[in-house]
């Protein structure tokens, strides 16, 4: 019996250990993204703002990885949306601070 895959002889345990490994990833990544966001707040105390800041830099860094990784076409329409959400951050963040 030739054996092709690691798959074919450990049955559904190959399958399962990516699952679980996946899942253990995406759980220390939640725990990560909620330990920054509170860091974020702490150093702001204004939540709109802290999420503003948290959205903006998703969107910002999704952008990036698709243009850059997947090879995503750039539009002017891609950069000014992305321009536009940065600018409202700017615009939340410069209102919060207090004059």
């Given at each position: 019996m030739v054996v092709s895959r690691p798959s074919d002889c450990l049955g559904g345990l190959w399958h399962h250990q990516h699952e679980v490994i996946r899942r253990v990833f995406e759980a220390d990544s939640f725990c990560t993204d909620i330990h920054l966001l509170r860091a974020i707040l702490c150093r702001l105390r204004d939540v709109s703002v802290a999420y503003a800041i948290w959205a903006g830099l998703g969107v910002l860094l999704i952008g990036a990885i698709?243009?850059?990784?997947?090879k995503e076409p750039v539009s002017a329409l891609k950069i000014a949306?992305?321009?536009?959400?940065?600018?409202g951050v700017a615009g939340l963040y410069s209102s919060g601070v207090a004059h």
């Open positions: 698709g243009i850059v990784y997947f949306s992305t321009a536009l959400v940065i600018g």
